[in-house]
């Protein structure tokens, strides 16, 4: 029993000496506090998430039809590209690229008309001056996006003109429809004379419609076969139906005696008088299709069902408070055994009635104590100061901290007892840090790291710490167990390991 009740005492004599150890230095403990806070705030004000504008120059021949547009095009993309002028010169437009005068060259194709007759694309060569690949590839991206809003104003514009061309099928359509009007009117008088000449202005005026109607009707032919033809209006076949119902009818009224009864004659041409009626109706719905829409017409608009949608610092701030954490825990354990060993300290505990179980356990609880106030700390500055969100548990939160720590202090603690000196223990502790920033995940998503380099990464807490305190903070979702099962597992592995190295040290020689 006595046994039972030393052994806590004795770990908690290292509780109040590494507490201690810690309150001697104001100092660290206002860089620790303080210091990773205002790193985040300069990140989150400091960080600018607009696009970026590219201050563009066009090289283009001064005569060439496509250049006297171009000015017109630039404004497709917005605050995107500044069009910085026109040059015909492109070694001279290439030589403020590299002086960073502008950000972009465009090289617009030369006679574009005459290689796309050819069945070729003309190119549009955007030059840059880029060495960063992401860069570069956004530089891409902003290419594609450019000649796809130029592809669609030319469209547009080969769309409007059709339209236009296309008021001739409402004047032959209305003209029909009135020379029907007056041949019904000219039979129910009688007039055969009449009724003839306003029968040979239809049959002028229908076979007039035919022709511009059948060239009209591929465009909507097209978009039924992609879509499907709609339930509620009239499709292409229902037009052309309705056009041969009429140039029948017109060849019925073709033979019109001098004299006799027109009766029949008057009914079908006022059955056809009604078709036409019908006819214009449909062809000025088809016409009115604006061409904006036929060129465009599907636009994507982008939901989330998340519970919130985070600004660019909310949704970073768990990354960046998991990482510091982990810094700041490994930092402290990477120093804590080897300055006991180097202080000569080591010796006093070969002597002393002290396990290295003990040891740990002190060492453990002090520096989880003091990382839990230096968490609870700057997570109050994320909440109040910078408005970070806490969609989840706190006590899920207080969870995942918790173990994070428990973990990174592992790692801490091993360095400390595989290293031969303070520098040596800080050396590998900046590793670990730098190996946190390129492979847990804080900037760069996992999945764009091939399977083996992601191994790495699933080798250090700060990746199940920025995944799971986005979970919990961000989602407001409970957290994954297999994820705090891996962070345990990790840090068990590592006190496993630390209790090893710490008992090969304390032994006696």
């Known amino acids: 029993m006595r046994n039972l009740f030393a052994s806590p005492i004795r770990a908690s004599a290292?509780?109040?000496?590494?507490?201690?150890e810690i309150l001697r230095q104001p100092g660290l403990i206002m860089t620790l506090a303080l210091g990773p806070f205002l790193i985040l705030l300069l990140f989150g004000v400091g960080f600018n998430n607009a696009p970026r504008p590219f201050r563009t120059l066009f090289v283009a021949p001064e005569s060439d039809v496509l250049s006297q547009q171009i000015e017109a095009y630039a404004t497709t993309l917005g605050d995107q590209l500044v069009y910085a002028g026109l040059v015909t010169d492109e070694a001279a437009a290439k030589a403020q690229l590299r002086q960073g005068r502008v950000d972009l060259v465009i090289v617009v194709p030369a006679d574009a008309e005459a290689t796309i007759r050819s069945s070729q694309q003309a190119v549009f060569t955007i030059y840059h001056n880029e060495i960063d690949p992401l860069q570069a590839s956004y530089v891409d991206y902003f290419g594609r996006i450019y000649i796809s809003e130029v592809n669609r104003r030319l469209v547009q514009q080969i769309m409007s003109r059709g339209q236009a061309e296309a008021t001739t099928v409402q004047d032959e359509v209305a003209a029909a429809h009135l020379a029907a009007i007056a041949t019904h009117s000219a039979l129910q008088a009688g007039?055969?004379?009449?009724?003839?000449q306003n029968q040979a202005e239809l049959d002028t005026h229908v076979s007039a419609l035919e022709l511009a109607v059948g060239a009209s009707m591929g465009l909507l032919r097209g978009v039924e076969d992609t879509l499907g033809a709609s339930a509620q209006g009239e499709s292409s076949d229902d037009l052309l139906a309705q056009l041969q119902a009429v140039r029948h009818g017109t060849n019925g009224l073709s033979q019109i005696a001098a004299d006799g009864d027109y009766a029949a004659e008057a009914?079908?041409?006022?059955?056809?008088?009604?078709?036409?009626?019908?006819?214009?109706?449909?062809?000025?719905?088809?016409?009115?299709?604006?061409?904006?829409?036929?060129?465009s017409p599907f636009r994507s608009q982008a939901e989330s069902v998340a519970s919130l949608v985070p600004d660019v610092t909310s949704f970073f701030a768990p990354g960046v408070l998991a990482l510091l954490l982990q810094h700041v825990a490994v930092s402290f354990?990477?120093?804590?055994?080897?300055?006991?060993?180097?202080?000569?300290?080591?010796?006093?505990?070969?002597?002393?009635?002290?396990?290295?179980?003990?040891?740990?356990?002190?060492?453990?609880?002090?520096y989880m104590l003091f990382g839990g106030l230096l968490a609870a700390a700057l997570t109050l500055l994320l909440r109040f100061v910078l408005g970070v969100p806490m969609a989840g548990s706190w006590l899920a939160f207080g969870l995942v901290l918790a173990l994070l720590l428990f973990a990174s202090l592992g790692i801490g603690f091993v360095i400390s007892l595989l290293s031969r000196s303070d520098s040596q223990a800080v050396q590998l502790s900046m590793l670990v840090l730098l190996a946190s920033v390129f492979f847990s995940g804080i900037f760069t998503a996992l999945y764009l790291l091939i399977p083996a380099v992601r191994t790495i990464a699933w080798m250090l807490p700060v990746t199940y710490g920025i995944q799971l305190l986005q979970t919990v903070m961000l989602r407001g979702a409970a957290p994954d167990w297999r994820l705090l099962a891996g962070l345990l597992l990790i840090g068990l592995v590592l006190l496993g390991v630390a209790w090893v190295l710490t008992k090969r040290l304390m032994a006696r020689r």
């Open 267 to 295: 009914e079908q041409a006022a059955v056809l008088e009604t078709q036409l009626g019908e006819l214009q109706t449909n062809l000025a719905e088809f016409a009115s299709i604006a061409p904006e829409i036929v060129v």
């Open 14 to 20: 290292f509780w109040s000496k590494e507490i201690y």
């Open 333 to 366: 354990g990477a120093l804590s055994l080897v300055r006991e060993r180097n202080s000569g300290t080591i010796e006093l505990f070969r002597v002393a009635p002290i396990t290295p179980g003990e040891v740990l356990a002190g060492k453990y609880l002090s």
């Open 191 to 196: 007039d055969a004379a009449a009724a003839q």
